[in-house]
């Protein structure tokens, strides 16, 4: 084992028995402050009559109720700025951040000085364990204003004591100048913008993305990096270990890291986020077992601001393991898409992450850029399911392209779809996230 693998050694290969006592003891603290505290919670508590003493042990938070996205919209709009899920206050937040989400109206997230070191440290560690060191020079391509994945990335990178260069986004050229001048060895951005620089520095800088010499792709902010296609076309690019982080505005910048092992993110949350895995439409809590799937809950045990109890995220994920040759001892998961997302084709799920993995899978034919049109509002949709894709530069028999989509789409997923191939660089990447829906019905 090496003996740089870890952040911190003693919480990362902790037992599970000590950690859920430490994770016990830190929960009933957190619960003291939601009553005394959260109007919200203090409310929501009542209106399910459980009181505090009913906590006794970490399987007793299943009897408290969950927290919706909707909940902390409608929390925030009838008491702003924050909402009435705000418990600290307004004089001891040093930091406001912003999510646009679904809906296009921002919700926001306070941090306390307390929860920017929590913040600080839960991202340190994961981009430790995604294999940031402190000689590494990493150009963080994604977002740095309001997002939550931007400052707190620095904050994390400074802790490790890497070496950041704030490029931001929209800002290739850039990239590509700073990483010559610079000679850094990673790129912290999202997956399909790693693609998409990959093509860029072909196109423009007329050089091989390898020359740039990236040994480091840490990514985040959507699943691309964990779909074994999109993966392999990245490091196939750019000659680089690729590893995947996840985390939730509304909680932590990231709670999930890839170790150099590459087979999956571990649990990273350790004394600061708890986790559950529920089935989405019981709410049933599954156990954390390899092979189990469901939505990811979190539960804030260390916040100030605006703690979260059973938050559920609509994030569906896979269980891979519980043990890993890096010694971590947190659990490893891959994210297979958002419940927001999926749509049901003729009774049948389908998440647009599916679409994309089909689609990858014929690079470089294809640039791997996908965007599913709906008519009308999901999760019912009519077939075939219509797929807008991206010819890759050089692609000649277009309709045969688009025959063998549809075939594979069908044999895969088990959907009819018909297929547009539109010129690479089309379909839109410049965003936070990749947009994989287009809603035609919203003008
Ligand atoms: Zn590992």
């Not at 940031?132 to 309001?146: E, F, K, N, Q, Y």
């Not at 020359?211 to 000659?239: F, H, N, Q, Y």
């Amino acid at each position: 084992m090496r003996t740089d693998e870890y952040f911190d050694l003693e919480i990362e290969t902790m037992t599970p028995a000590t950690l859920r006592l430490l994770q016990e003891i830190k929960l009933a603290k957190q619960l003291d402050y939601l009553y005394a505290r959260s109007p919200f919670y203090r409310d929501k508590f009542a209106a399910a009559w459980i009181r505090r003493e009913d906590f006794r042990t970490l399987g007793d938070l299943a009897r408290f109720p969950f927290t919706t996205k909707e909940e902390l919209r409608e929390s925030q709009a009838a008491c702003p700025p924050l909402g009435s899920h705000m418990a600290a206050d307004m004089a001891d937040v040093i930091r406001l951040h912003a999510s646009t989400g679904t809906t296009g109206r921002p919700s926001f997230v306070g941090v306390t000085r307390r929860d920017a070191q929590v913040w600080t440290h839960v991202t340190a560690r994961s981009f430790y364990a995604q294999g940031i060191r402190p000689s590494d020079i990493v150009i963080h391509a994604a977002g740095l204003t309001m997002f939550a994945g931007g400052l707190p990335s620095k904050d994390a990178m400074e802790m490790i004591g890497a070496a950041f260069v704030p490029v931001g986004t929209g800002a290739s050229e850039k990239v590509v100048l700073f990483a010559k001048a610079l000679r850094a060895n990673a790129i912290h951005c999202t997956p399909s913008y790693a693609i998409y620089l990959a093509d860029y520095v072909r196109r423009e800088a007329k050089m091989d993305p390898r020359e740039l010499a990236i040994a480091k792709l840490v990514c985040g902010a959507e699943p691309g990096a964990g779909i074994p296609s999109v993966r392999a076309k990245m490091t196939e690019e750019w000659g680089a270990r690729v590893t995947e982080g996840l985390g939730n505005a509304d909680m932590a910048p990231i709670i999930f890291a890839e170790c150099r092992e590459q087979s999956g993110m571990h649990y990273n949350g350790y004394e600061y986020v708890y986790i559950e895995i529920i089935d989405p439409e019981s709410g049933e809590v599954l156990p954390i077992e390899t092979g189990v799937s469901g939505e990811l809950v979190y539960t804030s045990l260390d916040r100030e601001c605006v703690p979260l109890l059973r938050f559920r995220t609509r994030d569906r994920v896979s269980i891979l393991a519980t043990s890993c040759k890096c010694g971590r001892t947190g659990f490893k998961m891959r994210c297979i898409g958002r419940t927001d997302d999926m749509l049901i084709v003729l009774g049948v799920n389908i998440f647009p992450s599916a679409v994309r993995d089909v689609v990858s899978s014929f690079y470089p034919q294809t640039t791997g850029e996908v965007q599913i049109l709906l008519d009308e509002p999901g999760p019912g949709v009519k077939p075939p399911l219509e797929v807008a894709a991206e010819y890759g530069s050089g692609t000649q028999d277009l309709p045969a392209l688009r025959k063998k989509i549809e075939e594979k789409i069908k044999a895969v997923l088990s959907v009819s779809a018909a297929v547009q191939l539109v010129p690479p660089g089309t379909l839109p990447r410049f965003e936070m996230k990749g947009q994989l829906i287009k809603k035609l019905y919203e003008k």
